[in-house]
């Protein structure tokens, strides 16, 4: 039996191993979405900054739940998959989440006004071909924090 401790350190490897995440979103005008980001992370939430005039952040405005992957698009390799809400952070925080994100990339920048969103996930879905995790193994975040 896979323990939390163990999915939960396969989880935060995947998220310090990888730059780029995808978002699913639905709600706006442009619905279903998919949007190609970067992110960091602190501990199981994710940062990330959004256009404030992208179709990502309209479609959250109207629905905050939605779903992620983190992969190197070779399923040969571990990744996520997760469902998530989103917090829509103060403007007074994006000088925090930028340098989080130069932190673990230096030359991120952003070229539009964005705004920083905190991905809050409910539920993760970790696969590993390496460790034989097919179907993924599956980490509830709500009932960690409960």
Known sequence: MT?????????LDILSQNNAISLATTGGEYSPWILGAYFASDDLSIY??????????????????GALMISQNDAMKDFLQAQFEAV???????????QM????????????????????????F?????RQ??????????????
């Open 3 to 11: 323990s939390e401790a163990e999915i939960k350190s396969a989880i």
């Open 48 to 65: 990330l900054m959004l256009e404030k005039s992208g179709k990502t952040l309209a479609n959250l405005k109207a629905n905050p739940k």
């Open 88 to 98: 829509f952070l103060p403007d007074s925080d994006e000088a925090k989440v930028r």
């Open 101 to 124: 994100l130069v932190a673990k990339m230096p030359w991120y920048q952003t070229y539009t006004p964005c705004a920083p969103v905190r991905l809050d996930v409910q539920k993760w």
């Open 126 to 130: 970790v696969s590993s071909f390496a």
């Open 133 to 146: 995790w097919f179907p993924a193994k599956v980490l509830e975040t709500s009932l960690m924090n409960a």
